[in-house]
C-alpha cells in the first residue's frame, strides 16, 4: 500500500512540473535552453510592458516584443513602445520573424516582398528610444533573379553584438545560398556559407558562438 501511494505521489509531481514549464513557455512565448535566443537563455519571466492580452514573440526582464491586431511591437518599461513590423504576409508589407531580446535590444529579421522577390534584412533595436543600432541585409553573395531571403537563427548580446543564418535561393538561377553572419565592434562579417551549413544549429554562449557546417561543429568568438 506504502509503495502505491509513493508511486502516485511521484506520478502526479511529474504531471504538474510539466504543465508549470508549459504554462511558462506559453506565457513568455520562451524556448528551451539550446534553441535560437540569448545566449542559449530565454527569460520566461519578461518585462512588464505592453498589453498583457497580446501575444508575447521574445521576453527578457527588462524588454517584451509582442504582436497585437496584426502588428509588432517592443518595449522596455511601461509608456513606451515601438511598431517593428508586422505578423503574417510580407507582399507589400514588413514581416518580423524571427525575434529575439536582450537587456533592451531586440534582433529581428524583417522581411519585405513581391510576386517574384523577397529581401530580408536584421534589424538591432534599442527599446528604450527606438533607435536602430544595426540594420544589415541577411545575405551578402549574390542570389540572382527571382530571389528570396529569410533568418532562420538569430542569437543576441546585451552589448548589440548579433549574429544569424540566412537562407537565400533563387527561382531562375536555381540557386540555394546559407550564410553565416555576425555584426559585433569590429563590422559585419560572413562567417561561412554552404548549402551544408545547418541553419536551425546556431548558438551563443557569452561570446562564443558556434554553428554546424554538415556534422562538423564550426566556432567563433564575438569581439
Request: proline share 2%.
Amino acid at each position: 500500500m506504502r509503495r502505491a501511494v509513493q508511486c502516485l505521489v511521484a506520478v502526479l509531481a511529474l504531471a504538474v512540473g510539466a504543465a508549470s514549464w508549459a504554462s511558462a513557455r506559453t506565457a513568455g512565448g520562451a524556448e528551451p535552453a539550446g534553441a535560437a535566443g540569448t545566449e542559449d537563455t530565454v527569460s520566461v519571466a519578461g518585462a512588464r510592458c505592453g498589453p498583457a492580452s497580446a501575444r508575447t514573440l521574445a521576453a527578457d526582464a527588462r524588454a517584451r516584443v509582442y504582436s497585437l491586431q496584426g502588428s509588432v511591437y517592443g518595449c522596455a518599461g511601461p509608456g513606451h513602445r515601438y511598431r517593428l513590423g508586422g505578423v503574417g504576409n510580407c507582399i507589400s508589407a514588413h514581416r518580423v520573424d524571427p525575434v529575439t531580446v536582450a537587456g533592451v535590444l531586440a534582433a529581428y529579421g524583417l522581411t519585405s516582398c513581391g510576386v517574384d522577390l523577397g529581401t530580408t534584412s536584421v534589424i538591432v533595436r534599442r527599446l528604450s528610444d527606438g533607435r536602430r543600432l544595426v540594420d544589415d541585409g541577411a545575405n551578402s553573395l549574390p542570389l540572382g533573379a527571382e530571389s528570396y531571403q529569410s533568418v532562420d537563427s538569430l542569437v543576441l548580446r546585451a552589448d548589440g553584438d548579433v549574429a544569424w543564418i540566412a537562407v537565400g535561393s533563387s527561382i531562375v538561377g536555381h540557386t540555394r545560398v546559407v550564410e553565416v553572419h555576425v555584426q559585433d565592434g569590429t563590422g559585419n562579417h560572413l562567417l561561412d556559407s554552404g548549402a551544408a551549413v545547418r541553419t536551425g544549429s546556431l548558438r551563443l554562449r557569452g561570446v562564443k558562438l558556434t554553428w554546424l557546417h554538415g556534422r562538423k561543429l564550426h566556432s567563433a568568438t564575438l569581439r
